[in-house]
């Protein structure tokens, strides 16, 4: 059996940035929207109606959110989470009945229960025989970052069992999607206010092991119940990555840390848990968040965090990339694009512009080469197609009937092999500039 904190704690502070040896995966995958009936698409609830919704999203909410007590992310223990899993698939579906007029969170229901359901057989076993890290807390810390140092250490372990990372990956891109498919009902069912100022701040933070994790804050100086917190993570080539997490109640005292109390409410810190697909990017270069907040109390859409200091480490990252693309000699021109889309914001850091600047001049000279090569061999086809046109075109008065025909013929030949050859190079030209090649 494995041992770790008390699952009262973990399931509640993790919010690292894990630069681990993770296998990129996909994205969260978006997919059609499910329309709901008339009345919810018009906004038509009554209280009585939007009370009974509320009560199902946050029924579901819980499950799905990234901060779910049944992914061993979230956990130092391992074994409880496994228990919880175990209880969870042997436990009566909830009735069909139970979403019975909503379409899309019976289908976000569905589809995560079948994965836990489905998979829980050979998942339990592994996570069972999984060890876990150990780490000492530093008395001097507070301790919901030693929460976070075991958390991030239990990540690391995790990065090293295939199965377990692959699952957690799965289980994490089902939840972000389900939740993507909920949010207009979430914002439809919501009885906050619109708040034009700031309610949450999101920074980042240095464990003593110096692991990079954000964390959001509430500091509307309000407590806030049934809150949906929605982020997209961004890094500084703009790929980016949503996670939703749902926080029943967060605490808004001044001076309170993070953590859970025993009434479940979560002090005014919250760390944000990395989706498995994000931790090759991580924290630390994550440089830009987009956060939107859904409450009783107040909602708010658009608030933006910009993570400047991350920019060296995500500059770097980008940039690495970019050179072994380069010396792959392929598709030069997505590295040129990739290069000029972080290039603006590397104005403080002269020795990264220098390099950026070295890898677009490279791979320009790349695709030159491609292009001036292309465009060589397309004039001189086209010369041979004038040639071969005004041989066809000339006339021997004593030349045999049956012999001009053939000539024509044959010229007639040559010349659409060329044409189709230049049509075939013109093909190829447009691919390396659209980086297709």
């Known amino acids: 059996m494995s041992k770790g904190l008390a699952p009262s704690r973990a399931l509640v502070l993790w919010g690292c940035v894990l630069i681990a040896l993770l296998s990129a995966g996909a994205m969260a995958r978006q997919d059609e929207p499910v329309e709901e009936p008339p009345v919810l698409a018009e906004g038509g609830l009554t209280p009585e109606k939007r009370e009974?919704?509320?009560?199902?999203?946050?029924?579901?909410?819980?499950?799905?959110?990234?901060?779910?007590?049944?992914?061993?992310?979230?956990?130092?223990?391992?074994?409880?989470?496994?228990?919880?899993?175990?209880?969870?698939?042997?436990?009566?579906?909830?009735?069909r009945t139970s979403f019975e007029g909503y379409?899309?969170?019976?289908?976000?229901?569905?589809?995560?229960?079948?994965?836990?359901?489905?998979?829980?057989?050979?998942?339990?076993?592994?996570?069972?025989?999984?060890?876990?890290?150990?780490?000492?807390?530093?008395?001097?810390?507070?301790?919901?970052?030693?929460?976070?140092?075991?958390?991030?250490?239990?990540?690391?372990?995790?990065?090293?069992?295939g199965a377990i990372r692959d699952w957690c990956e799965e289980y994490d891109i089902k939840c972000r999607r389900s939740y993507e498919r909920i949010m207009p009902l979430v914002r439809l069912a919501a009885t906050g206010e619109p708040w034009p100022d700031p309610i949450i701040s999101i920074k980042n933070g240095f464990t003593r092991q110096e692991w990079v994790y954000l964390e959001a804050t509430?500091?509307?100086?309000?407590?806030?119940?049934?809150?949906?917190?929605?982020?997209?993570?961004?890094?500084?080539?703009?790929?980016?990555?949503?996670?939703?997490?749902?926080?029943?109640?967060?605490?808004?005292?001044?001076?309170?840390?993070?953590?859970?109390?025993?009434?479940?409410?979560?002090?005014?810190?919250?760390?944000?848990?990395?989706?498995?697909?994000?931790?090759?990017?991580?924290?630390?270069?994550?440089?830009?968040?987009?956060?939107?907040?859904?409450?009783?109390?107040?909602v708010a859409r658009n608030l933006h965090f910009d993570i400047d200091d991350h920019i060296p480490t995500a500059a770097d990252r980008a940039l690495a990339i970019a050179e072994r693309n380069l010396n792959t000699k392929q598709k030069p021109k997505l590295v040129i694009d990739a290069v000029q889309r972080i290039r603006p914001r590397l104005s403080a850091y002269a020795d990264r512009a220098s390099r950026a600047d070295a890898i677009a001049r490279a791979a320009?000279?790349?695709?030159?080469?491609?292009?001036?090569?292309?465009?060589?061999?397309?004039d001189g086809l086209l010369d041979e197609i004038t040639a071969l046109q005004q041989k066809a075109r000339d006339t021997d008065q004593s030349e045999p009937r049956d012999a001009k025909r053939k000539r024509e013929a044959e010229a007639k030949k040559e010349i659409a092999e060329r044409r189709s050859r230049v049509e075939a190079l013109r093909r190829e030209r447009a691919e390396w500039l659209s980086g297709k090649r």
């Open 218 to 298: 509430n500091v509307s100086g309000r407590d806030l119940d049934n809150v949906t917190l929605a982020l997209k993570l961004e890094t500084i080539d703009g790929t980016s990555s949503k996670h939703f997490y749902f926080i029943p109640r967060w605490l808004g005292s001044p001076g309170e840390e993070g953590g859970q109390s025993e009434t479940g409410a979560h002090g005014p810190r919250y760390f944000i848990r990395i989706a498995t697909d994000w931790l090759p990017i991580g924290a630390a270069a994550t440089t830009r968040v987009t956060a939107e907040v859904v409450s009783d109390v107040f």
């Open 364 to 378: 320009r000279a790349e695709l030159n080469r491609h292009i001036e090569r292309i465009d060589a061999e397309v």
């Open 103 to 161: 379409p899309s969170l019976q289908t976000a229901y569905r589809d995560v229960r079948a994965f836990l359901v489905g998979s829980r057989g050979a998942i339990i076993p592994a996570m069972r025989m999984m060890p876990v890290p150990v780490i000492i807390p530093d008395p001097a810390e507070y301790p919901e970052l030693a929460v976070v140092s075991v958390l991030i250490s239990m990540s690391l372990e995790i990065a090293k069992h």
């Open 52 to 95: 009974e919704l509320r009560g199902k999203l946050f029924f579901l909410a819980e499950m799905i959110s990234m901060r779910s007590r049944y992914s061993p992310m979230n956990s130092s223990n391992v074994d409880a989470v496994a228990d919880a899993l175990e209880q969870y698939a042997q436990s009566q579906e909830v009735e």
